[in-house]
């Protein structure tokens, strides 16, 4: 069979990244130029400031993963780009370059989401093995699904409220830890003990999530210590937080092992690159005989390399977009899956 490559484009958030992917697993080059510098000076992402520095950046971007490896744009097979969800602002220069390159070169333009990207960063170097259970936990994400083949999806739940990653950034900034919150609480959280009491936060049998209750619990804590004068123990509290995080997430996805018969559990989004959460989920796995995958750090976070490995099943079914495809904001997984059930099938 003759190899695919796809060039892709990420620009949903604070890092524009391009990657060349071949077949769907191999990642040929990959850059990522991110902005968290600039942004940790405003205590997160500012969308207005994301968006230009892109369209400044995105160019460079190009320039670099052309000298890093030896390609030329005409070669490769088809052009992927993140369209959704994200930064309406930020998806909009990458979708941009993307139809530009499309048009000039004459390739496929295939429109990934970014959701699926991350789980399809467990697939570089790797065979996902189905039916899997993935848990996908990022910055603006906590869903909890049932993929039967690549793009046959079912939402087992999500949060109700704020994202795991949301949350780990909230507490951050409220301990006074720069942004993004969540390697720093985790850096904390080594040098800790679970002392702190928060509360369970769904205590019920869905595999629903939230996060919100625990978020206002710390807020709340500190503040009311600090009005008594009290020293807050940070590593202790950033400790007490994300176990409370991890048990949340435990609980549920056991629950799912328990009553759905999976072979494989993945896990996705910028908190998998949380060694308590990996480990956590690890043995979880192990003690019910499933097979437990997770990236490598690289591609846990926002990356073009799984906007590649995304783009692959859609380039096989032949699942491409036209100059007029739109940047959107906020996308329901779900809908999208029917969404491309449909353009399957006709
Ligand atoms: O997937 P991602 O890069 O961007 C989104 O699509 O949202 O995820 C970013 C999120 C941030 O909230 C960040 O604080 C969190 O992932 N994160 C972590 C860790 N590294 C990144 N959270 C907990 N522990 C980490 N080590
Ligand atoms: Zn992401």
Known sequence: MK???????ETSCDETSMALVKNGQEVLAMTVLSQMDTHANFGGVVPEIASRMHTENITMVLEDILNQ???????????????????LGSLLV?????KVLSLVYNKPLIAVNHTMGHIFANQIDNNMTYPLLSLIVSGGHTDLVLMKSPYDIEILGSTIDDAAGEVYDKVARVLGLPYPGGPNIDKLAKHGEN???????????TYQFSFSGLKSAVINLVHNEEQRGNQIRKNDLACSFQEAVIDELKRKVELALK???????????????????????KNLCDKYNVNFHVPPFQYCTDNAAMIGAAAYPLYQKKIFSN????AESSINIQKYIEQLRNQDET
């Open 94 to 98: 990458g979708v941009e370059f993307a």
């Open 3 to 9: 190899d695919v490559i796809i060039f892709a484009i």
């Open 259 to 281: 009553n759905i018969g999976v072979k494989e559990m993945i896990l996705a989004g910028g908190v998998s690159a949380n060694v308590k959460l990996r480990e956590t989920l």
């Open 69 to 87: 490896y030896d390609f030329k744009i005409q070669d490769v097979d088809a052009i992927a780009v993140t369209y959704a969800p994200g930064l």
């Open 195 to 205: 002392t702190y009491t928060l509360p369970t936060p769904m205590k019920d049998s």
């Open 323 to 326: 100059f007029d495809l739109n």
